[in-house]
């Protein structure tokens, strides 16, 4: 197939997508955003209008991207296609899987990775993610198929937290409501310098004690917090008449967590792990600044 007719043949996959509702106003949106911007920069500087016309159309052009590849698979696929575009689309939704019967719902979305230079990391994350996701949904038909006319809601999605030049994290975030709510979530961290799926020893020099070094200072962080704010609670300083809890010391070796685009570390907590269900899943950002000596 000649340049002509690989480019028609795109041109009619394009035009065969069917573009989300809300996008054209989004784009609108973004668009006038842009020139509102643009015009502030001309007052201040005429001769960076020519630069700043383009950054509108590069803005415009990326958001239009992002947003309609993540809402079509198909045009994902697409773009895949294009040499300038081959490597923006990073995740897709691999599954979607729904399920109603009398009071018992399920909506779960799998996730999956394109893109990456290591096809074996790519293949096993996709592998894990997909494996993950299929835990919940085990568990949801078990809940269906014992509790049948019960009340029960699962809510499973995911989030791109970083993808630059050297980090991929994404979340897969459940909610579920039943008695009570709850919230959990796996975070999926791959270097794309190594290749390699991260855990968080990983970012640390080998004999570094960066579990301890990092507790303090959520534990510092959670003090500060609940002297500022008496509404805020955790689960440490308890006393003696306090309701019994499992007491905060110390982050685990598989504690979920993700990097900034700064390189700061955020340390992620479910829903009642460190702190009662009101004050839902905490996050403490820890400054790479202070982790600086014990980083690898």
Avoid: C, W
Avoid at 55 to 60: E, F, N, T
Avoid at 193 to 200: A, D, E, S, V, Y
Wanted: positive net charge.
């Amino acid at each position: 197939m000649n340049n002509k007719k690989k480019l028609d043949h795109l041109k009619h996959q394009y035009e065969d997508i069917q573009i989300p509702k809300d996008l054209k106003q989004k784009v609108k949106s973004s668009i006038e955003a842009g020139k509102s911007e643009n015009e502030s920069r001309r007052k201040k500087a005429r001769f960076t209008g020519t630069a700043a016309k383009l950054g509108i159309s590069a803005a415009a052009a990326l958001f239009v991207i992002t947003v309609a590849a993540n809402a079509n698979q198909n045009m994902a696929y697409a773009m895949t296609k294009v040499p300038v575009l081959k490597n923006i689309v990073r995740v897709v939704t691999f599954h979607s899987y729904e399920e109603k019967k009398n009071h018992m719902e399920a909506e779960i979305k799998t996730p999956k990775v394109t893109g990456l230079k290591d096809k074996k990391t790519q293949k096993e994350l996709n592998r894990e993610m997909a494996r993950y996701t299929d835990m919940i949904k085990k568990e949801f038909s078990k809940d269906l198929r014992k509790n049948g006319g019960g009340h029960k809601s699962v809510t499973t999605d995911y989030q791109v937290l970083l993808n630059n030049d050297s980090f991929l994290s994404i979340r897969i975030r459940t909610e579920t409501s039943e008695a009570s709510s709850d919230s959990f979530s796996r975070i999926y961290n791959i270097s794309k310098k190594t290749g390699r799926i991260m855990k968080l020893g990983s970012l640390f020099q080998e004999k570094a004690d960066y579990r301890a070094v990092i507790s303090k200072e959520i534990r510092r962080q959670m003090r500060q917090q609940m002297k500022a704010d008496p509404y805020k609670s955790y689960f440490i300083d308890t006393k003696k008449d306090d309701v019994p809890v499992d007491e905060f010391k110390k982050i685990s070796g598989s504690q979920n967590f993700y990097l900034t685009s700064s390189g700061d570390l955020v340390i992620v907590f479910d829903k009642y792990e460190v702190a009662p269900g009101y004050m839902g899943a905490p996050e403490f950002t820890i400054s790479k600044k202070l982790l600086s000596s014990i980083l690898e």
